[in-house]
């Protein structure tokens, strides 16, 4: 894994305390140097921190990716500082209203579009013209909601599955520039945000948090929920050489919740 990605260019959007910082430090120990991408300055300043201890070089990048100005600056940034780009990961993310579609304000449905889809076409293209000349791989972070229809998911379910059309339309357009387009879908991340929710369901039913996790995992053919890092070394992957004949794919990594 040390030299996956040797004196490659990752940059990273949406980093938060789960996966994204997952991705940055993984990226980091194959061998990258960073860019993190992210509205809260502390988180990516932390993040930046973590990065430089592994040896490699981290660039923090205050950016709102819903803004075409902010994204622009990033990419400038990113290549007065660095000189090329070799790989994208678009992780940044909105949760959708959590509503049947039959009742969802249309513009609650619009919002999370913004964050989900016209977000990453945003960044991947303005990043285009560098990822060409590096040869370089983009990954789409998506979710297990592709692979199911449960009640409330209808909004997500909508922005992730036009991710992936993204994604795979981007491969069709990119693929003659040498650019390689994927994506990567995980099922539950083992992580603080879901790690909370947990707790919260132990605190209602007043049962063990242990209880709550392994009811979920018995519906997993590894009966275990994926780590941050597991996530992430799927991504380092698709970023990688190894992967080099590999693109307009979809990656599930959900420890067999859902076959595809």
């Given at each position: 894994?040390s030299?996956?990605?040797?004196?490659?260019?990752?940059?990273?959007?949406g980093v938060?305390?789960?996966?994204?910082r997952?991705?940055?430090?993984?990226?980091?120990?194959?061998?990258?140097?960073?860019?993190?991408?992210?509205?809260?300055?502390?988180?990516l300043?932390?993040?930046?921190?973590a990065?430089?201890?592994?040896g490699?070089?981290?660039l923090?990048?205050?950016?709102?990716?819903?803004?075409?100005?902010?994204?622009?600056?990033?990419?400038?940034?990113?290549?007065?500082?660095?000189?090329?780009?070799?790989?994208?990961?678009?992780n940044?993310?909105?949760?959708?209203?959590?509503?049947p579609?039959?009742?969802?304000?249309?513009?609650?449905?619009?919002?999370g579009?913004?964050t989900?889809?016209?977000?990453?076409?945003?960044?991947?293209?303005?990043?285009?013209?560098?990822?060409?000349?590096?040869?370089?791989?983009?990954?789409?972070?998506?979710?297990?909601?592709?692979?199911?229809?449960k009640p409330?998911?209808?909004?997500?379910?909508?922005?992730?599955a036009s991710?992936?059309a993204?994604a795979?339309?981007?491969?069709?357009?990119?693929g003659?520039?040498?650019?390689?387009?994927?994506?990567?879908?995980p099922?539950?991340?083992?992580?603080?945000?879901?790690?909370?929710?947990?707790?919260?369901?132990?605190?209602?039913?007043?049962?063990?948090?242990?209880?709550?996790?392994?009811?979920?995992?018995a519906?997993?053919?590894?009966?275990?929920?994926?780590?941050?890092?597991?996530?992430?070394?799927?991504?380092?992957?698709?970023?990688?050489?190894?992967?080099?004949?590999?693109?307009?794919?979809?990656?599930?990594?959900?420890?067999?919740?859902?076959?595809?």
């Amino acid at each position: 894994m040390s030299q996956l990605l040797q004196n490659k260019v990752v940059v990273v959007s949406g980093v938060g305390p789960g996966l994204g910082r997952a991705l940055a430090l993984r990226a980091a120990r194959a061998g990258a140097d960073v860019v993190l991408a992210a509205r809260t300055a502390s988180v990516l300043e932390e993040t930046a921190a973590a990065v430089e201890t592994t040896g490699r070089r981290a660039l923090a990048v205050p950016t709102d990716i819903t803004d075409e100005a902010a994204v622009r600056a990033l990419v400038k940034t990113t290549v007065d500082t660095f000189g090329r780009v070799d790989g994208l990961v678009n992780n940044a993310f909105a949760v959708p209203p959590m509503s049947p579609l039959a009742e969802v304000a249309i513009d609650d449905v619009r919002s999370g579009f913004e964050t989900n889809v016209y977000a990453a076409l945003r960044t991947t293209r303005l990043f285009a013209p560098a990822l060409t000349g590096a040869g370089g791989s983009v990954v789409m972070i998506n979710s297990v909601a592709i692979r199911h229809s449960k009640p409330h998911f209808g909004t997500y379910k909508m922005a992730k599955a036009s991710l992936l059309a993204l994604a795979q339309s981007l491969s069709t357009e990119l693929g003659p520039q040498g650019v390689r387009v994927n994506t990567v879908a995980p099922g539950y991340i083992w992580a603080p945000a879901l790690q909370g929710y947990f707790a919260h369901l132990a605190s209602e039913r007043g049962v063990p948090e242990q209880q709550v996790y392994d009811e979920v995992a018995a519906g997993l053919d590894l009966r275990r929920l994926p780590e941050p890092d597991e996530i992430a070394d799927s991504v380092l992957f698709l970023l990688s050489d190894l992967s080099r004949a590999v693109t307009g794919q979809c990656l599930d990594v959900n420890a067999g919740e859902y076959h595809h």
